[in-house]
């Protein structure tokens, strides 16, 4: 399952140095190629937002306090397609599609 993720503006990215800056680029690249990140962005004035896949809640919650983001909005995502289905299968047959 996809679920966007707000993370609040916590601090100044260049409070954090060179180095660190470098380790979290490494680590998003890694985690963009494997998959469990399908896009990083940045708001301008502060904050992050993520779109990660995830097999549950609490393995993302788990993920995301392992790497220290604690200030975050959690919002589960639902493909577009798979909520157009269930709403056509509902009218028509009057249930709920699975």
């Known amino acids: 399952m996809k679920y966007l993720v707000f993370v ?5 990215i260049g409070m954090l140095g060179v180095e660190r800056v470098v380790q979290i680029k490494k680590r998003l690249h890694e985690a963009l190629d494997k998959g469990s990140i399908v896009g990083a962005y940045a708001k301008v004035g502060g904050g992050l937002v993520l779109i990660i896949n995830s097999p549950d809640i609490a393995h993302l919650t788990f993920e995301l306090r392992k ?3 604690i200030n975050a909005e959690i919002t589960p995502l639902v493909a ?6 269930t709403w056509i299968s509902h009218h028509t047959d009057r249930k709920v599609a699975v």
């Open 80 to 85: 577009l397609t798979a909520l157009l289905d």
């Open 8 to 12: 609040k503006h916590s601090g100044n």
């Open 67 to 69: 790497h220290h983001i």
